[in-house]
């Protein structure tokens, strides 16, 4: 109605050749993954007898449990699907050509007031929802404006009439209260669809506080090399150090030589699977998005966390990247030209040697799926022919391929 | 890129870098070669702006890469080198400007193909078919096949 009463939609090029509305089947969409996970599991299982099968949850081996679950999802789907009908606040919209829909995405991109205005209403949104979990009061009744909506029967088609769809949303679109965005859709098996539900708020205070929390760890605590370095001088044991490996002849000069860039690798790893994390809870609508999310973070944290800071502050002693500026003036010149000294050359090829076995061993056997298939791998096999022909719908950001991580 | 960075930096110093960089690019190729076409299959990037994002990383790289070269001689009080890494810096950031476009636009190649009244109805009933969501559309359906 927007693109209509604006006269996007009439005019040629640039009519709108039709609209599907998305409804907010999200947590239907996680019960029906359980329910299929469930059910092929227990079928893949009866052919081919895991490996531990005492890692097995009881509901994969017993009939009567198996039940017993299937049961209490089917009951959950049920409840869900009680419920009222509620827009998600997504559309895909089809345009008559692809020069109208470059010239609408052109209209439709956020200005930086818009942008502004969406970063100041995420800091309302968590303020508010902070001072309601203070004062612990019950946000049952609160609902958003397009909780207003007309709800309709659900039905096999998800197309809307136009006269069933309210005007609550349209009326705060006019009164610049709600910002339409607009984006070019993704192909259909980029799409997530269980994070195509309703919008309760933007991230951006969300990305401005992780933001400011990663500086702060990165100029005051610094790398995982200073890390390690730290923890070292508090290990009495002089574990973390290798020098026990004195006495064990070439094996143990290979292990003090590899030991620290390893322990280095593990802290990096801890630290990336964070960043990814919080990726996912930015709930993108496509994987593609996602995976541009998890490269831009994780290019930016690789490159100051294993390179740039290591080598600044391993030459500087072990001091955090604050103590290196203060220590230098600030002189930023002084402290750039220390960047391709070879102080640490041995130290990186060892560390590239590593992750270049370690990433190349655990990705080409697929290590990770092998483990959530019980140890299992014709198990982890046929999971994967599930999700690449029957129902590409249930691949989440964890059962992709993470191209945005491998590319960092 | 973390990888690449490590070898562009490290390259004139320490030989051996740009050695055990290329062995590590060479395996990470066969293995996500084999993961993509054998066991994954389906993975799309469908806004293609990901090629965009590397290439734009690997050249804030190679500039970042000639500052340090220019900071690391004008500290060493090196004049003539630091003219000469100074100049290699602007024309590489006067020809990244004036070269830039983007690697993959799809938009503008799908504008350059498509022709006016040529709307395919076949077409848009396939695509609406194909953006419905799941549990709406053929949900009985694939319930009947597990």
């Keep these: 109605m927007i693109l209509k009463d604006n006269a996007y939609g009439s005019q040629v090029p640039g009519s709108v050749k039709s609209c599907l509305i998305i409804p907010d089947f999200t947590q239907n969409l996680k019960i ?3 329910i299929q996970d469930l059910k092929d599991l227990k079928m893949l299982m009866s052919v081919e007898t895991p490996f531990m099968s005492c890692c097995i949850p009881s509901m994969y081996k017993n009939q009567d449990k198996y039940e017993q679950a299937m049961e209490n999802y089917e009951n959950e789907l049920f409840e869900e699907t009680m419920k009222s009908f509620v827009n998600s606040g997504h559309a895909f919209v089809c345009f008559d050509s692809v020069t109208s829909l470059n010239i609408i995405l052109k209209h439709f991109q956020p200005t930086p007031l818009q942008n502004l205005k969406i970063f100041f209403s995420s800091v309302k949104t968590k303020l508010n929802d902070f001072g309601r979990w203070i004062t612990r009061r019950d946000s049952v009744g609160q609902h958003s404006e397009f909780d207003s909506q007309v709800y309709r029967g659900r039905s ?12 609550a949303p349209e009326v705060s679109y006019q009164n610049g209260e709600q910002i339409l965005m607009m984006d ?5 098996l980029d799409i997530l669809w269980k994070n195509m539900g309703t919008i309760k708020g933007h991230f951006g205070f969300t ?12 100029v005051f605590l610094s ?15 002089s574990w973390l150090s290798f020098s026990w490996t004195e006495d064990m002849g070439t094996f143990g000069l290979l292990m003090h030589k590899s030991g620290p860039p390893m322990l280095i690798l593990l802290i990096n790893v801890t630290i990336i699977s964070l960043l990814d994390y919080a990726s996912v809870i930015e709930s993108y609508d496509s994987h593609s998005k996602y995976q541009n999310t998890v490269y831009k973070k994780t290019v930016v944290y690789t490159i100051l966390n294993m390179f740039v800071i290591p080598v600044l502050t391993i030459s500087g002693g072990g001091a955090s990247i604050f103590d290196l500026f203060t220590n230098n003036n600030f002189n930023i010149a002084k402290i750039l030209g220390e960047l391709f000294l070879p102080k640490s050359g041995e130290f990186f090829i060892l560390l590239l040697v590593q992750q270049g076995a370690l990433s190349a061993v655990f990705y ?7 483990i959530w298939s019980f140890f299992t791998p014709a198990l982890a096999f046929e999971r994967r022919k599930i999700y690449n022909d029957q129902a590409p719908w249930r691949r989440d950001e964890q059962t992709t391929f993470t191209y945005g991580y491998f590319n960092s | 890129m973390t990888i690449f960075t490590i070898c562009i930096f490290y390259a004139p110093t320490v030989p051996l870098i740009p050695l055990a960089a290329a062995v590590f690019v060479y395996i990470r190729h066969m293995v996500d070669g084999y993961n993509l076409l054998t ?21 804030i790289v190679v500039i970042m890469y000639q500052i340090c070269m220019t900071a690391y001689f004008s500290i060493h009080h090196r004049q003539s080198e630091t003219m000469a890494c100074a100049c290699i810096f602007l024309l590489s950031v006067f020809y990244a400007a004036i070269s830039y476009e983007d690697v993959y636009d799809l938009a503008k190649i799908e504008e350059q193909m498509e022709a006016y009244d040529e709307f395919n109805d076949e077409m848009f009933s396939k695509w ?7 549990l709406v559309v053929g949900h009985s359906r694939r319930r009947e096949q597990s």
């Design chain 1, 32 to 34: 029906e993954a359980k």
């Design chain 1, 156 to 167: 096999k088609s998800n197309f809307l009439a136009e006269s069933v769809i309210d005007i």
């Design chain 1, 184 to 188: 070019k859709a993704s192909e259909p």
């Design chain 1, 207 to 218: 990305r401005f506080f992780l933001f400011i929390v990663g500086i702060v760890l990165i």
């Design chain 1, 223 to 237: 790398s995982p090399a200073v890390m390690l370095a730290h923890l070292q001088e508090f290990d009495s044991f």
């Design chain 1, 364 to 370: 080409a056997l697929n290590i990770s799926d092998i």
């Design chain 2, 39 to 59: 066991y994954y299959r389906r993975e799309i990037d469908s806004s293609g702006k990901m090629i965009d994002h590397i290439t734009n990383t690997a050249l």
């Design chain 2, 128 to 134: 609406k078919n194909e953006y419905a969501h799941p």
